[in-house]
Structures are given as C-alpha cells and as structure tokens.
C-alpha cells in the first residue's frame, strides 16, 4: 500500500485555517467542525476493511478501533462535543 507523500490541498487549506484560528474563541468550534468529516471518512474506511479486508489481524484491528472511532464521531459530531 502506498502511503500519500503529503497533505493535500483541502487539508493544507483545513490546516492554515484552523491555524489562523489557533488562540481565538471560535479555534475549538472550528476544530471539532473539521474532525466530524474525518471521523466519517475513517468509519467508512474501517467498515470497508471489516466486509471485505483480506487480513484476518488488520481486520480484527478495525472490529476493535471501530467502537472508539464511532464514539469519537459521535462526541465532534457538528461542531460540539458531547461528553
């Protein structure tokens, strides 16, 4: 599996703002808008994995990060973390 050399454009973008942001009110809010798309984007990921990975210790990895994952999607779900 070939791993990406860098960010991309999106996330440079996401990283300045959110650096632009750093130390300011609106800094956590904003944080936690740009993880909730993560945190989808890596359960769609995991979930992949489980159906139809070839690796039986990969795919017991997934079974077990996907509650935490869920959870943490869960918590920064638009915007607002919810204990």
């Keep these: 599996m070939a791993l990406p050399s860098g960010q991309t454009g999106a996330q440079l973008r996401q990283t300045a703002t959110l650096k632009s942001l750093a130390g ?39 079974k077990s990060a996907r509650p935490v994952v869920a959870r943490h999607t869960q918590m920064v779900n638009h915007g607002v973390c919810h204990a």
């Design 24 to 62: 300011t009110p609106a800094y956590d809010a904003a944080w936690l808008k740009a993880q909730y798309p993560a945190h989808v984007q890596t359960l769609a990921l995991i979930d992949k994995e489980i159906v139809s990975g070839t690796n039986p210790l990969v795919k017991s990895l997934a």
